[in-house]
Nanobody, 125 residues
Framework: VQLQASGGGLVQAGGSLRLSCAASGRTFSGYAMGWFRQAPGKERDFVAAISGYGGTTTYKDSVKGRFTISRDNARSTVYLQMNSLRPEDTAVYLC???????????????????WGQGTQVTVSS
């Protein structure tokens, strides 16, 4: 599975961005997807995850109510809608994929098999 993230940019605090992650190479609905972020000098951190058919989603506590993960299996794309952005959301955002056998979501980096290259999100105060 190859993953290509896009949609990052510079936005003011309180603004919105929508990230996309396009997948190729396998049947997309067979993969659970996740978004992670990594700020300079910090560890990679879980943001949101969605099961293969989209029936289950999980979020990091600090983004609940502000971020929404969704997927379009016909387009082999997963999205992260980010609203009410804060300066502390600044990071490189990466998408990841893992084979979905059970309809669950995964929050640990080691659970994922495939990773995209990341897209930079910068939120100014």
């Amino acid at each position: 599975v190859q993953l290509q993230a896009s949609g990052g940019g510079l936005v003011q605090a309180g603004g919105s961005l929508r990230l996309s992650c396009a997948a190729s190479g396998r049947t997309f609905s067979g993969y659970a997807m996740g978004w992670f972020r990594q700020a300079p000098g910090k560890e990679r951190d879980f943001v949101a995850a969605i099961s293969g058919y989209g029936g289950t989603t999980t979020y990091k506590d600090s983004v609940k109510g502000r971020f929404t993960i969704s997927r379009d299996n016909a387009r082999s794309t997963v999205y992260l809608q980010m609203n009410s952005l804060r300066p502390e959301d600044t990071a490189v955002y990466l998408c990841a994929a893992v084979r979905d056998y059970d309809g669950l979501t995964y929050t640990r980096t080691y659970a994922y098999t495939y990773w995209g290259q990341g897209t930079q999100v910068t939120v100014s105060s």
